[in-house]
């Protein structure tokens, strides 16, 4: 198993098919070995001074912690926003054979 554990990135975006994008781009590059797209959400927020609502979609991607910064240069180069939300969160257990699946999808 990778010494840098594996984690679930997520992000959003405001469109179904910049969702779609960002997830194939991703996986294409094996920066993650998937990506689930889920919405649409309702995102409230404070963005320069005013509480803003939107719909947004969510994506999750999964990764591995040694791919983790070409996932978070490729977010920044793709993404369209002034500043996506991109946070990870480590995966403390899981399958066997779908954490090596996993190391073995996003492996350069």
Same mark, same amino acid.
């Given at each position: 198993?990778?010494?840098?554990?594996?984690?679930?990135?997520?992000?959003?975006?405001?469109?179904?098919?910049?969702?779609?994008?960002?997830?194939?781009?991703?996986?294409?590059?094996?920066?993650?070995?998937?990506?689930?797209?889920?919405?649409?959400? !309702?995102? #409230? &927020?404070?963005?320069?001074?005013?509480?803003?609502?939107?719909?947004?979609?969510?994506?999750?991607?999964?990764?591995?912690?040694?791919?983790?910064?070409?996932?978070?240069? &490729?977010?920044?180069?793709?993404?369209?926003?002034?500043?996506?939300?991109? #946070?990870? !969160?480590?995966? #403390?257990?899981?399958?066997?054979?779908?954490?090596?699946?996993?190391?073995?999808?996003?492996?350069?």
């Amino acid at each position: 198993m990778a010494t840098d554990g594996w984690l679930t990135v997520l992000t959003t975006t405001d469109a179904v098919e910049k969702a779609e994008a960002l997830a194939r781009g991703a996986v294409e590059a094996r920066a993650a070995a998937c990506a689930q797209i889920s919405g649409p959400v !309702t995102s #409230v &927020y404070r963005w320069k001074g005013a509480v803003e609502t939107a719909a947004e979609w969510q994506v999750l991607f999964k990764t591995t912690g040694a791919r983790y910064d070409a996932l978070e240069a &490729y977010l920044r180069e793709a993404h369209d926003y002034d500043t996506p939300e991109i #946070v990870a !969160t480590p995966v #403390v257990r899981g399958s066997a054979d779908y954490l090596r699946w996993l190391e073995e999808e996003t492996a350069s």
